[in-house]
């Protein structure tokens, strides 16, 4: 037991809410960006990356994004919807930003007009990675619709009494 004993167990059931809340946010912000400018756009990205059928890849990793965005962030078949979003995220990091290392935040320049950064590196995607790992592996946790649907299921499929002319004396 940790230190706090019985309500560490009890705080730790809370500890993916924050993880699947980020994660599935992230996701659907992305998926939302490329759905609004039009996943069009985003596929001339893919074209220039060499992706094959870059139309249909751009609208398939939107889809992903805001689908399986929401299925985390909801907290319901996180295993299942991460497999495709690992796919997005592995995707991302082998034709985007590896060859611009780890860090995400590149310090390139501070003038008097402001901040500018350099390429985005794998970081975040290693996090998110991360992220969706562990809530496969520990379940979405309280507050989320995974668990309401056991809590109903479970109501659901208490035994009803027998009926009265089944009861001998």
């Keep these: 037991m940790g230190l706090l004993g019985r309500s560490s167990e009890k705080l730790a059931e809370w500890a993916p ?13 992305h998926g939302y960006a490329k759905l609004s400018r039009g996943p ?9 990356l060499g992706v094959p059928l870059p139309v249909l ?37 082998f034709t985007v930003h590896l060859p611009y290392g780890f860090f995400s935040v590149k310090l390139a320049e501070v003038t ?6 350099g390429p985005v590196g794998y970081e975040i995607l290693l996090l998110y990675l991360g992220g ?15 668990r309401w649907i056991e809590a109903v299921s479970a109501s659901n499929a208490q035994p009803s009494p027998p009926p009265s002319s089944m009861i001998s004396w």
């Design 17 to 29: 809410l924050p993880i699947r809340l980020i994660i599935g946010y992230g996701f659907m912000a």
């Design 40 to 48: 069009e756009t985003f596929a001339v990205v893919l074209h220039t």
């Design 57 to 93: 890849a751009a609208w398939v990793t939107t889809a992903v994004e805001i689908v399986g965005g929401a299925a985390v962030f909801f907290g319901v078949l996180i295993p299942l919807a991460s497999i495709p979003m690992a796919g997005v995220l592995l995707t991302a990091l």
């Design 112 to 117: 008097e007009s402001g901040t500018k950064f």
């Design 132 to 146: 969706l790992f562990t809530l496969s592996l520990s379940g979405p946790g309280r507050l989320s619709l995974e």
